[in-house]
């Protein structure tokens, strides 16, 4: 891919682990967390990189940022070798995980990302257009004042995310960046998100649980799991691949009263309790006629659509290949 910003060749990493055997032995073994994986990320893409708990997303992405080093094969970002380039690495990327901050937590937001001009050395014109964009987009106005201990988890979220972008690097590296979050943050973080790349270009490599992130932003999904690639294309792809497209999603329906099981084309109840009926669709159709349908017919109150879990279209993958 001749204008790939993103390239890995056959990268491993391998962790030593002792453990205890018996009172007075240990043992010694080799963890793969990533074994040969091989992909490239154009510039101005999103693509998703998912998969279950311990398959090797954050390993991945500490190596993408030079905090881990590669035991084996060939990585660049930027052109960049990670581990040997750190510091002029960090001028090309911004990194957000969902677990962790990088704002100052005693300090007030604004102070946080004062720091952070003087550390990046960026340009007052370009500090001030970028600060504008992002307190206006992610609604942090009145947060400016607070100290980040105050903040909670959506507010914090969303200051992070201007951070690390406050010097305007060339790939932005999302790990869990809606964990925990609620719907009114979630959806101004995705908005955000989908504007980013729309006007700047911005190429962002995301890490999730949550599927409706992938479905909203990304294009292009890669599954890893126990440190190997095991797809790489399409969200619509995946929910067929290997699983003859059983993979379903969820239509959540409260109704204003009890009644018998809902009846609409494309969907089938698979639950009832008192006036909540959860309905099953195929993940690849459009969630949008089902709505519609059960509006017309019937007295609603409320609903939602519930993505598939990640492990649960994985194992379906599995189970197709297997």
Known sequence: MA???ISLDEVEKVFDVRRRVGLMRREKRQVRAVDGISFEVARGEVVGYIGPNGAGKSTTIKMLTGILTPS?????????????ERMRLAHRIGVVF???????????????????????????????????RCVDRLDLAELLDVPVRQLSLGQRMRGDIAAALLHDPDVLYLDEPTIGLDVVSKAKVRGFLRQ????????????????????QLCERVMVI??????????????????????SERTLVVDLERELPP????????????????WLAFPARASAAPLVAAV??????????????DIEDVIARMYAGRG
């Open 3 to 5: 204008d790939a910003l």
């Open 72 to 84: 084996g094969g060939r990585l660049r970002v930027a052109g960049i070798d990670p581990a040997r």
């Open 98 to 132: 969902g677990q962790r901050t990088t704002l100052w937590w005693d300090l007030p937001l604004k102070d946080s990302y004062g720091l952070m001009r003087r550390m990046y050395r960026i340009p007052a014109a370009r500090f001030a257009e970028n600060m504008e």
């Open 196 to 215: 980013l790349n729309e006007e700047l270009g911005t190429t962002v490599l995301l890490t999730t649980h949550d599927l409706q992130d992938i479905e």
């Open 225 to 246: 799991d126990h440190g190997r690639l095991m797809y790489d294309g399409s969200l619509g792809g995946l929910h067929t691949a290997g699983g003859a497209g059983k």
């Open 262 to 277: 809902i009846e609409v084309a494309g969907a089938r109840v698979v639950k009832v309790e008192g006036p909540r009926q």
């Open 295 to 308: 509006a017309a017919e019937y007295p609603l109150l409320d609903l939602s659509v519930r993505e598939p």
